[in-house]
């Protein structure tokens, strides 16, 4: 590698298929019908699924919450944590069409870089991030 390029780690489908699959086994675990999306590095969705019963608003809740996990490389709860205080940073941020600052995205790190995200919707907050561990564990 010369200093002009980097190496880093891509999500594949194979292992974006690997977290829905362990999410969707949570979520169903705890009768609680959700979306789950998984995205990669740059935010481009890999794989999707929304649960029977899954209110149709979590549909695009998922999608962007992986997507910010993905953007900013922080769960999307710890990020607005970050940026609370900064009314400045907050408000630009919130007028961006797909942010999301709630419970339930999470980047996907590998080698301390990120790979990809996974974004859980149609719970309690609480619910989306006990799925969202779930899914993150089928890639440890």
Avoid: C, N
Avoid at 34 to 63: K, P, Q, T
Avoid at 92 to 106: E, N, S
Avoid at 117 to 127: P, T
């Amino acid at each position: 590698m010369s200093d002009t390029t980097t190496s880093r780690p891509h999500l594949t489908l194979v292992g974006a298929q690997s977290v829905i699959a362990a999410a969707r086994a949570q979520a169903a675990a705890m009768g609680i019908p959700v979306s789950i999306a998984v995205v990669d590095h740059g935010g481009a969705l890999l794989s999707f699924v929304r649960m029977d019963g899954a209110a149709f608003a979590s549909v695009e809740l998922a999608i962007d919450k992986a997507h910010s996990a993905a953007g900013f490389g922080y769960p999307t709860e710890d990020f607005f944590a970050l940026i609370k205080d900064d009314v400045s940073l907050l408000h630009g941020l919130t007028t961006h069409g797909r942010l999301a600052l709630f419970a339930g995205g999470a980047p996907i790190m590998v080698d301390g870089a990120v790979a990809g995200a996974l974004g859980v919707s149609g719970g309690r907050g609480v619910d989306d991030v006990e799925v969202v561990k779930a899914g993150l564990g089928a890639l440890s």
